[in-house]
């Protein structure tokens, strides 16, 4: 599976935006996908996942309420619905997916290459 995500830009706080990640290969739909981020020197943290079939969803506290993962399997595309932007939001963004739904990135065999999303204050 190859992924390639997009929809990064600059939003000032409070804002929104929408990321998509785009596979290619018809497993897809057999994938439990997930969304990651690396702010400058920290380490990559989990956001959201969603399983294969689109009927579970999983978020980080820090993002619970304020994002929304979501599927389209016969587009083969994931996206992350983020409202109500902070500037901590602000970091490199990476879909991914793995064979089981799972919140730790070493699980995840697949990556997309990453979109830059920064939350002006």
């Known amino acids: 599976v190859q992924l390639q995500a997009s929809g990064g830009g600059l939003v000032q706080a409070g804002g929104s935006l929408r990321l998509s990640c785009a596979a290619s290969?018809?497993?897809?739909?057999?994938?439990?996908m997930g969304w990651f981020r690396q702010a400058p020197g920290r380490e990559r943290e989990f956001v959201a996942a969603?399983?294969?079939?689109?009927?579970?969803?999983y978020y980080a506290d820090s993002v619970k309420g304020r994002f929304t993962i979501s599927r389209d399997n016969a587009k083969n595309t994931v996206y992350l619905q983020m409202n109500s932007l902070k500037p901590e939001d602000t970091a490199v963004y990476y879909c991914?997916?793995?064979?089981?739904?799972?919140?730790?990135?070493?699980?995840?065999?697949?990556w997309g290459q990453g979109t830059l999303v920064t939350v002006s204050s």
């Open positions: 991914a997916a793995s064979t089981v739904v799972a919140n730790k990135a070493t699980l995840y065999r697949y």
């Open positions: 290969g018809r497993t897809f739909s057999s994938y439990n």
């Open positions: 969603i399983s294969w079939s689109g009927g579970s969803t």
